[in-house]
């Protein structure tokens, strides 16, 4: 196994499962405390059109990603406010636009567009080394973003109507936080790609509050859960030669229902007792 480690694509993927766990262990706590798991779900689908994009300018479709994805979350956040048409509908109809603009513009380039199931469906084992300092900078923001308002996030996440009455800004923040989603998105594409982007953001999350209530320890518990699970996985797609980016999912999903049901079985077995 450590053999592998003398290749650049194994190096360069470890070190893109470290740097995704950070971003989902972070945001992810965020996306299920706050429970916007469909509006994450919704920016993370509507980015697509920013991989077309990318396609048809003929430049890195991380780039095209990263703008799309942050106009999304800002459209997402300011119709969901704003808008008399419901919530989940208006999320959906955004999903779905960005999607058909993605095919759209890649029908448009001419050519074939390469690596484009990897941007669907991620694909750990092909990251460049562009890409890892594309997620180092974005994790940079994140982290940072997260640092300065950290009080200001918790507030809005657990009493939003309290946070008004103190006259923080919550639409602004609540779009700010919206963005830094979407940056995590960009962070997590080329790792299990747009379809699967949402798991990641969520999956590691939820297990580790299962654990503790405590934000900050739920982010360093997710962010090491991430991790740990997306290097087995990363070891166990190579192995068996299929998709990384599905085969870190289903390992996420496989780890979380066993935890799950084995501390319900506890917590049955302790009242009983009691």
């Known amino acids: 196994m450590f053999d592998l480690l003398q290749y650049t694509f194994i190096q360069n993927a470890l070190i893109a499962a470290v740097l995704a766990s950070v971003a989902c262990g972070i945001i992810g706590s965020y996306v299920v405390v706050k429970k916007i798991v469909f509006i994450?779900?919704?920016?993370?689908?509507?980015?697509?059109?920013?991989?077309?994009?990318?396609y048809y300018l003929g430049i890195n479709p991380m780039f095209g990603v990263l703008p799309f994805s942050l106009l999304s979350a800002l459209v997402m956040g300011t119709v969901?406010?704003?808008?008399?048409?419901?919530?989940d509908?208006?999320?959906?109809?955004?999903?779905?636009?960005?999607?058909?603009?993605?095919?759209?513009?890649v029908y448009l380039t001419p050519?074939?567009?390469?690596?484009?199931?990897?941007?669907?469906?991620?694909?750990?084992?092909?990251?460049?080394?562009?890409?890892?300092?594309?997620?180092?900078?974005?994790?940079i923001i994140i982290v940072g973003a997260v640092y300065l308002f950290y009080k200001e996030f918790l507030a809005l996440c657990f009493d939003e109507e309290f946070t008004t009455v103190q006259g923080?800004?919550?639409?602004?923040?609540?779009?700010?936080?919206l963005c830094i989603i979407a940056l995590?998105?960009?962070?997590?594409?080329?790792?299990?790609?747009?379809?699967?982007?949402?798991?990641?953001?969520?999956?590691?999350?939820?297990?580790?509050?299962?654990?503790?209530?405590?934000?900050?320890?739920?982010?360093?518990?997710?962010?090491?859960?991430?991790a740990a699970i997306s290097l087995a996985g990363i070891g166990l797609s190579y192995a068996l030669d299929v998709p990384s980016g599905a085969t870190i999912i289903l390992v996420l999903s496989l780890v979380y229902g066993f935890i799950a049901v084995g501390m319900d079985m506890l917590e049955d077995r302790r009242a009983l007792k009691s």
């Open 40 to 54: 994450s779900g919704g920016i993370a689908h509507a980015s697509f059109g920013g991989v077309g994009l990318g």
């Open 89 to 105: 509908s208006a999320i959906g109809i955004l999903w779905s636009l960005g999607m058909a603009l993605g095919i759209i513009f």
């Open 168 to 177: 923080i800004p919550t639409e602004k923040l609540y779009l700010f936080l």
């Open 80 to 87: 969901s406010k704003k808008s008399k048409i419901p919530e």
């Open 184 to 226: 995590t998105i960009v962070v997590l594409i080329k790792v299990v790609g747009v379809i699967l982007v949402i798991a990641l953001l969520t999956i590691p999350a939820t297990l580790s509050r299962k654990f503790t209530h405590n934000l900050k320890k739920m982010m360093l518990i997710s962010t090491a859960f991430g």
């Open 111 to 139: 050519g074939y567009a390469p690596d484009l199931m990897t941007y669907l469906f991620g694909n750990i084992l092909t990251v460049p080394r562009l890409d890892l300092y594309i997620m180092l900078a974005l994790d």
